[in-house]
C-alpha cells in the first residue's frame, strides 16, 4: 500500500518557467513532509520541509504549499533553470521517528 | 566526517553469492538507516538504528538481510544468496538526533547488481 502518491512521473518546463509536482498522502498522523532532490549517481538531498501547522514555505525559489484538509503538499519551483533538472522526491514521516515515506518520484526537466 | 560515506560504489554478485555494503554516517550521527532504490526511483525503507541498536527494522527481508553498525565500525548491510531482485541502489542515510530524525543526510549509494 502506498502512503505517499506522488504526480506527475515526469515534467518538462522551459527555462524561467514554473514546475509543480504534487503528492497525496493517506496517513493522518504524519506531520512532517520533506522535498529531496536526487541528481544522477547521487544520493537525495533534502530541498525544503514543512509540517502541517502552516499552509505554505517558501526559501528561494522553491515553495511548498499544504492543504491539510486534502491531505495534500505540492513543490511550485519558480523561474525553473536547468540546473534544476533532477529527480524529485516528497515524502512523509510522524515525529514518533518511523522511516521516512517516500513518494514514487517526479522527473523534471528544464531546457534551455 | 561532513558526508555519509559508502563503499564501494558499485558491486557485483552472481546469483547466490553474499553481497556486503558499508556505510559510515556522519560523526555525531546517532540515526543511520537503509534504503533500497530500485528502478532508480522508488525507496524502500529497509532498517534503521540508534547508535548500535536496531530502531525500526520493519522493512527488513530477514530471510536473507541483515545489519549491524558496532562502535567504532562502519555500519554494514549483508545480503546472503543474493537473487536477481536484490539489484537495486542501496543508501544509507544518517541523522543527528531523534528530533532532527526526519533530517537525513543521504551516501551517494552502492550500486549492487545480481547477475
Known amino acids: 500500500q502506498q502512503q505517499v502518491k506522488q504526480s506527475p512521473q515526469s515534467l518538462i518546463v522551459q527555462k524561467g518557467g514554473i514546475s509543480i509536482i504534487n503528492c497525496a498522502y493517506e496517513n493522518t498522523a504524519f506531520d512532517y513532509f520533506p522535498w529531496y532532490q536526487q541528481f544522477p549517481g547521487k544520493g537525495p538531498a533534502l530541498l525544503i520541509a514543512i509540517r502541517p501547522d502552516v499552509s505554505e514555505k517558501k526559501e528561494g525559489r522553491f515553495t511548498i504549499s499544504f492543504n491539510k484538509s486534502a491531505k495534500q503538499f505540492s513543490l511550485h519551483i519558480m523561474d525553473s533553470q536547468p540546473g534544476d533538472s533532477a529527480t524529485y522526491f516528497c515524502?512523509?514521516?510522524?515525529?514518533?521517528?518511523?522511516?521516512?515515506?517516500f513518494g514514487k518520484g517526479t522527473t523534471l526537466s528544464v531546457s534551455s | 566526517g561532513e558526508e555519509v560515506a559508502q563503499t564501494p560504489k558499485h558491486l557485483v554478485r552472481g546469483e547466490g553469492q553474499k553481497a556486503k555494503l558499508y556505510c559510515a554516517p556522519i560523526k555525531g550521527h546517532s540515526y543511520v538507516f537503509w534504503y533500497q532504490q530500485v528502478l532508480k526511483n522508488e525507496f524502500k525503507f529497509l532498517i534503521s538504528?540508534?547508535?548500535?541498536?536496531?530502531?525500526?527494522e520493519t522493512g527488513m527481508p530477514k530471510e536473507r538481510f541483515s545489519a549491524k553498525c558496532l562502535p567504532n565500525s562502519p555500519c554494514s548491510l549483508e545480503i546472503q544468496a543474493t537473487k536477481l531482485e536484490d539489484s537495486a541502489v542501496y543508501f544509507c542515510?544518517?541523522?543527528?538526533?531523534?528530533?532532527?530524525?526526519?533530517?537525513?543526510?543521504f551516501g551517494n549509494g552502492t550500486r549492487l547488481t545480481v547477475t
Open positions: 542515510a544518517s541523522s543527528q538526533s531523534y528530533s532532527s530524525i526526519q533530517t537525513l543526510h
Open positions: 538504528f540508534q547508535n548500535e541498536n536496531v530502531f525500526d
Open positions: 515524502a512523509a514521516s510522524n515525529q514518533a521517528g518511523t522511516a521516512l515515506i
